[in-house]
Nanobody
Framework: QVQFVESGGGLVQAGGSLRLSCAASSRTFSMSPMGWFRQAPGKEREFVAGLSWNGGSTLYADSVKGRFAISRDSAKNTVFLQMNSLKPDDTAVYYC??????????????????????WGQGTQVTVSS
C-alpha cells in the first residue's frame, strides 16, 4: 500500500518555483524523520533535503542550499519542499520518504536513502532553460 503521495511537480522555466507536497497515509508518520530525494535520467538517486520528526532540524544537499526549503505540517500530516531559483539540473523525479516506527524522539535527520523504509511514487519536476 502506498505510504506517501507526492504532488506539485510540473514544468517550469529556469528561475521559477515549485512547491512539492507529500501526504502521508497514516498518522504513524507524524513522528517520523522525513526526507526528499530525486533521481534524474542516467543519475543515481540523490538526497535533497531532510528534517527531524518535529521539524526542528533540517539538512540540505549542497546543490540546493539557499534555494530549497523543507518543512512539515504535522496537523495536516504533510511534508513540503519549496523549490526556488530552479535550474535545469533540478530536473528529476522527486520522492519523499519516511522511517518505520518506533522512533527516537530526538533531532535526527537522515541523508542516506537506506535510512528510510517507505517511499512515495514520485512527482516529476522539469525545468526548462
Amino acid at each position: 500500500q502506498v505510504q506517501f503521495v507526492e504532488s506539485g511537480g510540473g514544468l517550469v522555466q529556469a528561475g521559477g518555483s515549485l512547491r512539492l507536497s507529500c501526504a502521508a497515509s497514516s498518522r504513524t508518520f507524524s513522528m517520523s524523520p522525513m526526507g526528499w530525494f530525486r533521481q534524474a535520467p542516467g543519475k543515481e538517486r540523490e538526497f535533497v533535503a531532510g528534517l527531524s520528526w518535529n521539524g526542528g532540524s533540517t539538512l540540505y544537499a549542497d546543490s540546493v542550499k539557499g534555494r530549497f526549503a523543507i518543512s512539515r505540517d504535522s496537523a495536516k500530516n504533510t511534508v513540503f519542499l519549496q523549490m526556488n531559483s530552479l535550474k535545469p539540473d533540478d530536473t528529476a523525479v522527486y520522492y519523499c520518504a519516511g522511517r518505520r516506527p518506533p522512533y527516537r524522539l530526538g533531532d535526527d535527520v537522515f541523508s542516506d536513502p537506506h535510512s528510510y523504509d517507505y517511499w512515495g511514487q514520485g512527482t516529476q519536476v522539469t525545468v526548462s532553460s
